[in-house]
C-alpha cells in the first residue's frame, strides 16, 4: 500500500438504510434491456460477454480473439479486429438517418447549429482534409483546445478519420496546464478558436494557446483556429504568420473534400485524455479503438438507454472524459440525436437548463450532483416553469447525497423518471457500476450493482479481499480486465502499473487473476449487493466535478516566491462537494497579506485554471509533520472540515495541528 492511503478498511461504515424506488413501469417496458439474464451471459461466458458490445458497431474485419490476457495488466481487446471510430459514429448512419439531426447545438445567446448526419459527415470530412494538409499524419496526437462548440466533435471526429489520436484539454485549463500536455504529448499541431461565449461575455480564448505555444518545450509549428463566428474573427485575436491557419480558409479550400476513413487496428489508440493523479504531473490515459468504443457504445445502449428516435442531453463538457465517452462517441455511434450547450446554466437566467429542455423535448438527462445541487438551492420554481418530460436521468462524477437524489427524482424527473448514478473513471473509459436501470431498483446514494461483465471488489488496506456484500468500507478494486479500460499511461508504462495496479497485484504474476485494479476510491459493499461510493482515498479530490491533484495545486503555489511550503486539504462543501483550502508556512522575513494571498489565487489560477481557484488560505507556522517530514494532509482535511483530530503522538511536534486549528477556527 502506499503510505498516502490514510484509511480505515475494517471500520463499518454508518450509513442510513435508504428506501428502494422501483423503476416505473413505462420506463421497464420499453428499456434497451429488461432481462436480467444479461448479467449471466457476461459472466458465464466472460470475457466474450463483451462480444455484445463490439457487436453493435461496423467492424471491417472482425477480431479473432476476444482478449490476449498474455501480458498482464496490458491487455488486448478485440484482438486482429480492424475499423474506424469515425466511420461508425458518422458515415454509417447515413444510409438510414442522413437527414435526422446529429447534433442540436445551442450557443449561449441562443444562437443555434443543427447539424444533421450528412451535416456532420460533410463538416467532418472537409476538417480531416484540412488536417492532412496541415501535415497531420497516422498516430500524430492532436492537441485541441476547445470549449463547447460543434468544432470540438467536429475536430475529434476527423482526427479519428485519419487516425490521429486527439488530446483535448478542457477549455477552462491555463496556458500553462495546456503547455504541459502538449510537451507530454509531443503533440506540434494544437487546434484552438478565437473565442467563446460565458456569461454573455465573448472571450478570447485563443491567448491561452499563444500562450502555451510560448512557454511548451515542444516545437509547435501549427495552430489551428477555429472561429466562433465563421468569418469574423474576434478583435482582440492575434494571427502568428506561419503558424497560425484560420479553419475557416482551410474548409473552404477544401468544401466537397472526401477523406476515406483510415482503417485502425482495435489496439491503435483513439485518443489522451490527461487526468489528476497521486502524484507528479497529470498522465494522459490513452485509450484504445475497439475496445472504448464497444465499451461506450454498449453501456450507452443498456446504461444510458439509448435508441436512434431519442434526443438526448449530457450536460458535461466535451473536455472531460464524461463528454468524450457520452457525448461524442457513445451516443453517435447509436445514430440518436445528441444536445450540446455552449454557456452558463444560469445565463441569462435559471431557468435556462429546463428552457433548452422544453424547446428540444429531451427525452434522456445526464449531469453531476453538483449540478443537481446547485438546482437544488435555487428552488424548484424554475424547472416548475417549463414543460419538460424525462424518461430517463444521469448522475456523474461525485457521491451524490440522498437528498440530492430525492430532490433530482422529485423536481427534475416528476417522480416517473428513472435515475441511474453512474460510477467510473477517466482511466475507465466507460461506467462500470451502475444499476441497468430496468432491472434494479433505485436506491439514492448508491451506484448500485456492477455492470455486466465487470468485477468489483472490497480490499482492505493489507490487501486482502473483503468479504462480499459485508457492509464494510474500504478500497474499491476491479479484479478482471474489461475493454473500455486505458491501455497505459502514455509514453510511461511503468507509471501505468505503479498507479494503478502494484498495490494489489502481484506483478510478478503473469496471470491475469493476480492483477487487480486500484480505482483509488473508498467503497462499501452493501448487504443487498448496492456499491456505495465513499469518495477518493488518495490525494485526488473532486471539485464541482473537475478532478484535481492536491500534487498540481501544491506545487503551482511553491511557484509563488513568498512561499516556504504548502499544503492543500479538501474540504467539504455543500455545493460543490469539495474545494480546495491551501495551508500555507511564508518565507522568513515574510508577512501575511493580501497581496500575497491574491498571488497565491493568482498562480493557482495561471497554473491550472480558474476552477481551482482555492477557497481559503491560511497562513500558518508549521505543517504538522511526521518524523521523517512528510506533511500530514489527513490532520489538514480534519481540520478544514472541522472534525476531531486523529491521532497527532506521531508527529514531530505534535502541537501544530492544535495551533492551526485554532487559526482556522479560534477558540
Ligand atoms: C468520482 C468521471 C461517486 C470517483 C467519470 C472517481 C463518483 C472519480 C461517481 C473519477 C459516482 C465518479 N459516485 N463518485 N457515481 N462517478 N466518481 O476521472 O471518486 O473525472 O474516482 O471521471 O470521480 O473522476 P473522473
Keep these: 500500500m502506499s503510505d498516502d492511503v490514510e484509511f480505515e478498511g475494517e471500520i463499518e461504515a454508518r450509513l442510513s438504510e435508504q428506501e428502494y424506488f422501483r423503476p416505473p413501469a ?80 445551442e450557443g449561449e445567446g441562443g444562437d443555434r447549429s443543427h447539424l444533421t448526419y450528412q451535416d456532420l459527415y460533410r463538416e467532418v470530412n472537409r476538417m480531416a482534409a484540412a488536417l492532412r494538409t496541415m501535415g497531420v499524419e497516422e498516430d500524430d496526437v492532436v492537441t485541441l483546445h476547445l470549449p463547447m462548440v460543434p468544432a470540438l466533435p467536429i475536430t475529434m471526429l476527423a482526427c479519428a478519420r485519419i487516425g490521429a489520436p486527439h488530446s483535448e484539454v478542457f477549455a477552462g485549463f491555463s496556458a500553462s496546464a495546456l503547455a504541459q500536455r502538449i510537451d507530454d504529448a509531443d503533440s506540434d499541431v494544437v487546434v484552438t478558436i478565437d473565442g467563446y461565449y460565458r456569461r454573455g461575455e465573448l472571450l478570447n480564448h485563443k491567448q491561452k494557446a499563444d500562450q502555451a505555444v510560448e512557454e511548451a518545450d515542444t516545437d509547435v509549428d501549427t495552430v489551428l483556429v477555429w472561429e466562433r463566428h465563421e468569418g469574423d474573427l474576434h478583435d482582440d485575436v492575434d494571427v502568428v504568420e506561419d503558424r497560425d491557419v484560420l479553419v475557416t480558409d482551410l474548409k473552404a479550400d477544401h468544401d466537397r473534400a472526401r477523406v476515406d476513413p483510415v482503417t485502425r487496428n482495435a489496439e491503435d489508440p483513439l485518443f489522451l485524455m490527461y487526468t489528476s493523479g497521486t502524484t507528479g504531473q497529470p498522465k494522459g490515459c490513452q485509450h484504445r479503438t475497439g475496445g472504448y468504443l464497444s465499451y461506450v457504445t454498449g453501456t450507452s445502449k443498456y446504461v444510458l438507454d439509448i435508441k436512434p428516435e431519442d434526443t438526448y442531453w449530457c450536460a458535461a463538457d466535451i473536455g472531460w472524459i464524461t463528454g468524450h465517452s457520452y457525448i461524442v462517441y457513445g451516443p453517435l455511434a447509436l445514430g440518436t440525436t445528441s444536445v450540446m450547450y455552449e454557456g452558463a446554466p444560469d445565463h441569462p437566467h435559471k431557468g435556462r437548463i429546463w428552457e433548452i429542455a422544453e424547446k428540444y423535448d429531451v427525452d434522456i438527462f445526464h449531469t453531476s450532483p453538483t449540478a443537481v445541487r446547485m438546482f437544488m438551492k435555487w428552488g424548484p ?227 491550472i485554471g480558474k476552477f481551482a481557484r482555492p477557497a481559503n488560505v491560511v497562513f500558518v507556522d508549521d505543517l504538522p509533520k511526521t518524523r521523517s517530514g512528510k506533511i500530514m494532509r489527513r490532520l489538514l482535511e480534519d481540520i478544514s472540515n472541522d472534525q476531531d483530530l486523529g491521532d497527532t503522538t506521531t508527529l514531530r511536534d505534535p502541537s501544530v495541528p492544535e495551533q492551526i486549528r485554532d487559526l482556522v477556527h479560534g477558540d
Design 381 to 607: 420554481e424554475y424547472p416548475e416553469e417549463y414543460d419538460f418530460d424525462f424518461r430517463h436521468m444521469t448522475t456523474v462524477g461525485e457521491p451524490i447525497q440522498p437528498e440530492a437524489w430525492l430532490w433530482y427524482y422529485k423536481y427534475i424527473g416528476g417522480e416517473d423518471a428513472v435515475i441511474v448514478d453512474t460510477w467510473w473513471q477517466t482511466e475507465t473509459g466507460g461506467h462500470l457500476i451502475t444499476n441497468l436501470p430496468a432491472l434494479d431498483d433505485m436506491k439514492p446514494g448508491s451506484a448500485g450493482k456492477p455492470c455486466p461483465g465487470i468485477q468489483p471488489a472490497i480490499y482492505d488496506d493489507n490487501g486482502n479481499p473483503v468479504e462480499a456484500a459485508s457492509g464494510k468500507a474500504g478500497n474499491l478494486v476491479i479484479e478482471k480486465p474489461w475493454p473500455g479500460m486505458l491501455q497505459t499511461v502514455y509514453g510511461d508504462d511503468e507509471r501505468f502499473v505503479d498507479e494503478y495496479w502494484r498495490d494489489f497485484s502481484d506483478t510478478n504474476s503473469d496471470d491475469m487473476a493476480d492483477w487487480v485494479y486500484k480505482a483509488g476510491d473508498g467503497a462499501v459493499h452493501e448487504r443487498d449487493g448496492y456499491f456505495r461510493i465513499l469518495g477518493r482515498l488518495d490525494d485526488v479530490m473532486n471539485v464541482a466535478g473537475h478532478r484535481l491533484g492536491t500534487m498540481e495545486l501544491e506545487s503551482a503555489v511553491a511557484e509563488v516566491e513568498e512561499v516556504a511550503e504548502a499544503a492543500v486539504a479538501a474540504r467539504e462543501d455543500a455545493e460543490k462537494g469539495e474545494v480546495p483550502d491551501v495551508y500555507v508556512v511564508l518565507r522568513e522575513g515574510i508577512e501575511p497579506s493580501e497581496a500575497v494571498r491574491n498571488g497565491i489565487v493568482r498562480a493557482v489560477e495561471e497554473e
Design 26 to 105: 413505462k420506463f421497464v417496458g420499453q428499456a434497451n434491456v429488461s432481462d436480467p439474464a444479461i448479467h449471466d451471459r457476461f459472466g458465464d461466458e466472460w470475457p466474450h460477454g463483451f462480444e455484445e458490445y463490439a457487436e453493435l458497431l461496423d467492424w471491417e474485419s472482425r477480431w479473432d480473439e476476444t482478449l490476449d490476457a498474455s501480458n498482464p495488466p496490458f491487455y488486448e481487446w478485440f484482438v486482429g479486429g480492424e475499423l474506424n471510430a469515425c466511420y461508425n459514429c458518422v458515415d454509417r448512419h447515413l444510409d438510414e438517418r442522413k437527414n435526422q439531426v446529429a447534433l442540436l447545438w
